[in-house]
């Protein structure tokens, strides 16, 4: 490399005049296998696999922007400041900017095409939106592993919305975090599932998931119980998507979920991210695979249903859903693709 090519090189780290920036998307994941506990709350390492599978219809697209003139990064989500949410997403460039070699501040706009904080994991494909964007103002190469490693450190769901489809998140055992990351279990197109999703309360949840998960982990009897049963569910997940055998899925998914809500709900003030309308959607989905439709639900950190079925079921589904008192909208998606800049 000759000297110019050097300090040019140089002079485009520092960035003393201009601005870089890049714009991605990055779709929502909803965990049939779910993430809940931590091994590494500092390196936000989980304490047990997930598997999840991408949407195509819920997004973030986030907007990062190097801007030497800053003094600190900003945030402005869905169109307002978000001070509190700042140190997480500044964490977040760090990990990137030190990897680049570079200490300029970002303004970061983001937004959501559906409702924010309210459980239909707005988290996972805001960070995996943000690093994937960030990354690109950066200059990065990042390969989708390493992408996914820092997403990880964002949000734990974000690790998965870096891909498409059906996603295994491994919890990993090296102390640095390094084996923690997702990666593509199964293409969406190979077992096209669809999804309704009965919206019961509108607005932001009242206990987040990092509190709720460091909350049963402290005090719940039922969190061990919740870890080392894990991997048993894991295997049998990944056995029936790789068999395409929808009863079986269903079966672990729902066991895997109601776990993980006995494992809230027997905390110290007890988690319970459920109203009445919640109750009901599940025992519609229930009832509705009984008399032979194939669908099956799921439940995260709020009072959202998720009914993951086969395509010509989604109909039945969603009209049975928006049928329940309480249901205040059905949003649908398919499986969708991986984090990717526009
Ligand atoms: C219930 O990824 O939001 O949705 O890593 O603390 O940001 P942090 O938690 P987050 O937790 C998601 C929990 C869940 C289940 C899941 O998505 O696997």
Request: with cysteine; hydrophobic share 45%; glycine share 8%.
């Amino acid at each position: 490399m000759t000297t110019s090519t050097r300090a040019k090189q140089a002079a485009e780290k520092a960035w003393p005049s201009g601005k870089r920036r890049a714009s991605a998307r990055a779709r929502a994941n909803f965990a049939l296998i779910k993430y809940w506990g931590k091994a590494d709350a500092r390196l936000n390492v989980p304490a047990v696999g997930s598997i999840s599978i991408t949407l195509d219809a819920l997004w973030s697209d986030t907007d990062v922007e190097l801007d030497p003139s800053l003094a600190a990064d900003e945030l402005v989500l869905d169109g307002q400041r978000r001070a509190e949410q700042l140190d997480k997403v500044s964490a977040c460039l760090d990990i990137l900017r030190e990897r680049a070699g570079v200490r300029t501040r970002a303004r970061v706009v983001s937004a959501n095409n559906f409702p924010t904080g309210a459980g239909l994991a707005s988290s996972a494909s805001g960070f995996a939106a943000l690093v994937t964007a960030a990354a690109g103002a950066l200059d990065l190469e990042l390969t989708p592993r390493e992408a996914s490693i820092v997403a990880r450190q964002g949000s734990g769901s974000a690790a998965r919305s870096v891909f498409g489809g059906f996603v295994e998140m491994h919890a990993g055992h090296a102390p640095d975090g390094s084996d923690s990351f997702a990666e593509p279990l199964l293409a969406g197109e190979a077992w096209p599932l669809e999804v309704a999703i009965a919206v019961t309360a509108k607005g932001e949840k009242e206990v987040g998931s990092r509190s709720g998960m460091t909350r049963s982990a402290k005090s719940s009897p039922y969190y061990a119980a919740w870890v080392g049963t894990q991997d048993g569910d894991l295997a049998a997940a990944r056995a029936a998507i790789g068999l395409r055998d929808f009863e079986a899925l269903a079966e672990v998914a729902e066991h895997n979920c109601l776990k993980m809500h006995a494992a809230a709900m027997g905390a110290v003030p007890p988690l319970l991210y459920w109203n009445g309308a919640t109750v009901e959607c599940l025992n519609a989905v229930r009832q509705l695979r009984a008399s032979g439709v194939p669908a099956f639900f799921t439940i995260d950190a709020g009072p959202q249903v998720k009914a993951i079925c086969l395509p010509d079921a989604r109909p039945r589904v969603e009209a049975a859903l928006r049928a329940i008192p309480g249901v205040l909208d059905v949003l649908v998606s398919g499986l969708g693709a991986g984090a990717e800049l526009r």
